[in-house]
Structure formats: C-alpha cells, structure tokens
Nanobody, 124 residues
Framework: QVQLVESGGGLVQVGGSLRLSCAAS????????MGWFRQAPGKEREFVGA????????YYADSVQGRFTISKDNAKNMVWLQMNSLKAEDTAVYYC?????????????????WGQGTQVTVSS
C-alpha cells in the first residue's frame, strides 16, 4: 500500500504562483510514475502532468506546458508541482497519484493510489 498526502493549495490571484507538495509513504517502488490530476466543479478529472520516479522524465498537458513544473526528491519520497502564471481556469482540486507500472500515464484509471486532493483557487 502507498499513501499520498497533498498540501500547498490555497487562494492566489491570476498570474500568481503556488507549489503543491505530495508526500508518499508505504511500499513504494522505483518503477512508479507519479501523476498530478485536477478536477474543476462540473468537469471531468484531467491529467496535469507526471514524472517517472526512476529517471525523472516529465510529461505535461498542453494546457500547463511551460507554466507548471513537476519535480521530485527520491530520498524524501516527495513530489512537487510548481505552478506559475496561474489562470482562473486552473481553479480545481488537485490530486497526486501513483502509477505502479503502466506507461499510459495520462489516464487516471491507470493509477493505483490517490491522495485526498488539495483545493487551488485562482481569483481574477
């Protein structure tokens, strides 16, 4: 079992920045891929980005490419989502998730473990 706990959400103005954290614990393996997803009210959950735990390769949704950055610290079992130039449409609950081996990292159904989510609200 893997436990994931997100933190760092909050209220920020358009153009501002936030950094979300995801602390992982439990039986965690280097083959995992860590993903970030978000869900806005009335909308489906969408892929934001992902990072491979072993090699650190990152993947991003087109909507956040160039604005968001995912990083990790293997020793601390931490993953971060740095969000810059935030827009009102980035408002959502953000979730950290762990994928134990599928290369379909954009698909939420491929992830085995999820955090509880953290609210990000971008005000104009």
């Amino acid at each position: 079992q893997v436990q994931l706990v997100e933190s760092g959400g909050g209220l920020v103005q358009v153009g501002g920045s936030l950094r979300l954290s995801c602390a992982a614990s439990g039986r965690f393996f280097s083959s995992y891929t860590m993903g970030w997803f978000r869900q806005a009210p009335g909308k489906e959950r969408e892929f934001v980005g992902a990072i491979s735990w072993r090699g650190g390769t990152t993947y991003y949704a087109d909507s956040v490419q160039g604005r968001f950055t995912i990083s990790k610290d293997n020793a601390k079992n931490m993953v971060w989502l740095q969000m810059n130039s935030l827009k009102a449409e980035d408002t959502a609950v953000y979730y950290c998730a762990a994928n134990s081996g599928s290369n379909r990292y954009r698909e939420g159904v491929e992830y085995d473990y999820w955090g509880q989510g953290t609210q990000v609200t971008v005000s104009s």
